[in-house]
């Protein structure tokens, strides 16, 4: 019997990626989250986990996170 390890089904996740504008990132991965909540099935705004991040959820599964470059 297989053991489970710590990654379980992360690796068919795909490759989170960052792009960056000026003094602006842009990261795009998907979104593993459990939301305990009615998301909007297009396009659902929050507030990011960490001061100045923007967190946008399309389609219910690509997260994109805005924030200030460092």
Do not use: Q
Request: aromatic share 12%; net charge positive; hydrophobic share 45%.
């Amino acid at each position: 019997m297989p053991t489970l390890n710590s990654s379980f089904g992360l690796e068919y996740a795909p490759t989170p990626f960052l792009v960056r504008f000026g003094r602006r990132e842009v990261l795009v991965t998907r979104d593993f989250r459990k939301r305990f909540y009615a998301v909007n099935p297009i396009i659902e705004c929050d507030t990011g986990v960490e001061p100045g991040h923007v967190e946008v959820l399309l389609f219910r599964r690509w997260l994109l996170i805005l924030s200030k470059a460092h």
